[in-house]
């Protein structure tokens, strides 16, 4: 994990520091020579080359770090839904895959009304998920703290 960060932070100052001592090799070029060597239709598709280059490289290098981090997130999830008794964790559940949202009606139709009634309240009053008319059923959906959590 460091090694990508030092690396990643030395393609940036590299490129930096690139681009500073070719704008420095012009500048004494048009001061001494009254001309520059190297012209400039040659020098910003150059510039522009290497900064997505370096920018495609970065990302590349970052967006192993970014996988890792949500995988690492989905694991604490899992972990945390095995603790639950199994009502409540096929309820969590059915409301990750839906985003956060599900009607009691489609909850009914896995656990059985009873069940699924008994398994939101207790949900409900541990105050992880909150319930809203909608209809003739409920909507079902995650506190605001734990939609953040759970699905961002």
């Known amino acids: 994990m460091l090694k990508k960060i030092v690396l990643t932070t030395s393609l940036i100052a590299g490129f930096f520091l690139s681009v500073t001592l070719i704008a420095l090799y012009?500048?004494?070029?048009?001061?001494?020579y009254g001309y520059c060597p190297i012209p400039?239709?040659?020098?910003?598709?150059?510039f522009a080359s290497l900064g997505v280059f370096v920018?495609?490289?970065v990302y590349y290098i970052m967006l192993g770090r970014i996988e890792e981090?949500?995988?690492?997130?989905?694991?604490a999830v899992k972990s945390l839904l095995?603790?639950?008794?199994f009502e409540?964790?096929?309820?969590?559940?059915?409301?990750i895959e839906n985003k956060g949202n599900i009607t009691q009606a489609k909850i009914?139709?896995?656990?059985?009304?009873?069940?699924?009634?008994?398994?939101?309240?207790?949900?409900?009053?541990?105050?992880i998920i909150e319930k809203v008319q909608h209809?003739?059923?409920?909507?079902?959906?995650?506190?605001?703290?734990?939609?953040?959590?759970?699905l961002e």
Do not use: D
């Not at 012009?26 to 001061?31: A, D, G, I, M």
């Not at 400039?40 to 150059?46: C, D, M, V």
């Open 69 to 75: 981090s949500k995988e690492k997130r989905i694991q």
């Open 40 to 46: 400039a239709s040659i020098l910003i598709p150059l």
């Open 26 to 32: 012009v500048q004494y070029s048009l001061n001494v």
């Open 108 to 127: 009914s139709k896995e656990l059985g009304k009873v069940k699924a009634f008994r398994t939101i309240e207790s949900l409900r009053k541990k105050g």
């Open 135 to 150: 209809g003739k059923t409920n909507l079902i959906k995650f506190k605001e703290k734990y939609f953040k959590i759970l």
């Open 55 to 57: 920018g495609t490289l």
């Open 82 to 85: 095995e603790i639950l008794p």
């Open 88 to 95: 409540e964790r096929e309820v969590l559940t059915k409301l």
